[in-house]
């Protein structure tokens, strides 16, 4: 389990320089590691192939030795079997002992002629059926009148399967030259000679009875250089086996005889192949030929350590290679990846330093690659969020002027209370009912100021505000201003910032009615758009010139922080500081919106969203 946690995001705390470099190592050390062994096995799969095709043409030339061989011995035994002392010797089978003793003397020559000429015979053997037997080597040579009991070879199936035969040859790898003494004669603790053995039966000429029988023996050790190559390794076993896969010819003469254990691998129709074997534990490559029509069947067995011993220096060479190639992928890959994540650890080390509180970092170096685009967003972040900042801190510093400001202009209200309402009984007192009525209507708006302190109020509170405040102002300047408020009752609940109205109606009844002796008509309408409360104040004024409404207007949608009032017409004050208000309560979708025509008048529209909670200070 901890092992597990260990390579999970949150338990593998390693660079990711490190990572990377981890994984690129083992990416490229997996495919080197991959094309050095399909390298390997398949040089290993061509010194198979070509040893094989090297043994099949030695094979080729092995077949034509042992096909010459064979062919020669077959002469020498057709040769025997119609030489006239031979003849002679065979067709005489009843003269006299001294005469039969001399015949075997001339036959016995005859045959010392064909082991001095053919040194590779090891000695040739005549048998006629009444158990008369010649044997002539180089070292020794007998004569017997019978011996069909003293020479195992007359009980042998050998000599039944010969004579059966009639004409032609039987070629024998499994005799030795036991079969071919005599009982009292062979030394039970001499090794014996293991032979290659060619039959023969010989005819009197003239006769179709069979005489005779012949047997031409070669020594193994010498029929084995025959067929074995020079240029095998030494640890190579090859060896000739028969029909039955009884192995008639080896270097090890202990396994002549005995059946080889890969004879029933070979595909009896298959002229030559190859095959791989393992025998206990141990690999081997066997690659098989037949011989001609002979029967016989060459097989040579490689170890696989011969191909690995052969391939010792291409496998020293493949991980020399490997490790040159790991060292130049550990060097390659630390500059590539270092030159990769340098953007990336410039991103980080800007990263702490915001964490430590300096704002305003940039990246200088922004590759045209993603981690590019990742430094210049951070870039513009950073920078977005030091602005950002900085606005709230001009924000906080407008509201704690105007939270000043208003402190400044606050009067105790009590005191305010007491002396309005000491004039308006003097008035009342003295009869003076306009003075009455004024001094009760500017109560009405000190009582909105005072005893509500909540940052918001209903549309209709708002309303009542004005009217007062236009009440006053028409018995200031004589009535000439007609006021027209159309409030829709589903509206009259909703919120709004108070006294921005205020202002506005202001700057209508002083700047709008001035030049016309205060005579005019003002008009305020409610009305919704989608989720936004829309307030229009109009007026028949002398409206703005065309220049300074392009100037007002411009301040209006000016970012508030970023404007100031110094430039701005007279009477602008009161709107600027309500729009500004509205942004900073709302929003820079929201505001106030002006149009004007020089002489015709004013409209001033303010947007506010629909509200219908209050929001306290």
């Known amino acids: 389990m901890r092992t597990f946690k260990f390579f999970t995001d949150r338990g ?67 040769v025997l079997a119609i030489n006239k002392d031979i003849q002679s010797f065979i067709d005489r089978q009843n003269a006299p002992d001294a005469v039969r003793v001399n015949e075997v003397r001339v036959v016995l020559k005859s ?159 298959q002229t030559s192949g ?29 170890p696989e350590g011969e191909f690995i011993r052969n391939t010792l220096a291409l496998r020293k060479l493949i991980l020399v290679a490997v490790a040159i190639g790991a060292i130049c992928a550990l060097f390659l890959s630390n500059y590539w990846i270092y030159r990769i994540t340098r953007p990336f650890n410039h991103l980080v080390n800007a990263m702490r330093e915001m964490e430590k509180g300096n704002l305003g970092v940039i990246i200088n170096e922004t590759p045209s690659t993603e981690l590019g685009i990742i430094g210049r967003r951070f870039n513009k972040m950073s920078l977005s969020i030091e602005e950002l900042i900085q606005k709230n801190k001009t924000i906080e510093e407008d509201k704690r002027r105007l939270e000043i400001e208003a402190l400044q202009a606050q009067i105790n209200p009590h005191f305010l209370y007491n002396a309005l309402n000491t004039i308006k009984w003097v ?78 109606v202001e700057n209508a009844f002083i700047h ?32 703005i010139h065309a220049q300074s409404l392009e100037k007002l207007q411009n301040h209006l949608n000016a970012i508030p922080s970023h404007s100031s009032d110094a430039s701005l017409p007279e009477g602008s004050i009161g709107l600027s500081n309500v729009n500004r208000r509205i942004k900073m309560q709302y929003g820079h979708d929201y505001g106030l919106f002006l149009e004007s025509e020089e002489g015709s008048g004013t409209t001033v529209r303010i947007r506010v969203p629909m509200i219908r909670t209050a929001e306290s200070v």
């Not at 080729?60 to 002469?75: A, C, G, P, T, V």
Request: proline share 2%; with cysteine; glycine share 6%.
């Open 12 to 78: 593998f705390n390693v660079k990711l320089k490190t990572q990377l470099i981890a994984s690129f190592l083992t990416m490229s050390l997996l495919v080197v590691a991959v094309i050095a062994i399909l390298v390997y096995n398949s040089v290993l799969t061509i010194l198979r192939n070509q040893s094989n095709e090297m043994v099949t043409r030695q094979f080729y030339q092995s077949e034509h030795n042992i096909l010459e061989f064979r062919d020669q011995i077959e002469k020498i035994a057709g």
């Open 111 to 269: 045959l010392d002629t064909f082991l001095n000429t053919y040194p590779y015979i090891d000695s040739i053997s005549l048998f006629r059926p009444d158990g008369e037997a010649i044997y002539d080597s180089l070292s020794a040579s007998w004569y017997r009148e019978d011996a069909r009991e003293e020479i195992p070879f007359y009980s042998s199936a050998l000599y039944e399967q010969i004579t059966q035969q009639g004409h032609g040859f039987l070629w024998e790898g499994q005799s030795n030259s036991k079969l071919f003494q005599l009982t009292d004669q062979a030394d039970i603790y001499e090794e014996p000679v293991q032979y290659i053995t060619v039959f023969r039966n010989v005819y009197v000429l003239g006769r179709i009875s069979q005489s005779a029988v012949i047997a031409v023996n070669i020594r193994q050790s010498n029929f084995e250089s025959i067929f074995k190559s020079k240029g095998n390794s030494s640890n190579s076993v090859q060896y000739l086996i028969d029909t039955d896969g009884i192995r008639i010819s080896q270097s090890a003469s202990g396994a002549i005889g005995t059946r080889a254990e890969l004879a029933d691998h070979i595909a009896p129709n």
């Open 274 to 302: 190859s095959f791989a074997t393992s025998t206990n534990g141990d690999s081997k490559q066997v690659t098989y030929y037949n011989i001609g029509n002979t029967g016989w069947t060459l097989i040579n067995e490689t």
């Open 427 to 504: 008035a009342m007192v003295r009869k003076e009912l306009s003075i009455v009525d004024s001094i009760t209507t500017l109560g009405n708006m000190l009582r909105s100021i005072y005893k509500d302190r909540t940052l918001t109020v209903p549309l209709q509170v708002e309303v009542e505000y004005i009217e007062n405040y236009l009440k006053i102002m028409n018995i200031r300047f004589g009535e000439g201003v007609r006021v027209d408020i159309h409030i829709p009752d589903h509206l009259k609940d909703c919120h709004l910032i108070r006294f921005i109205m205020q202002p506005i």
């Open 512 to 543: 709008g009615m001035s030049l016309r002796s205060y005579r005019g008509k003002i008009g305020i309408i409610a009305s919704q758009e989608d989720n936004n409360l829309m307030i229009t104040i109009s007026d028949n004024g002398v409206g």
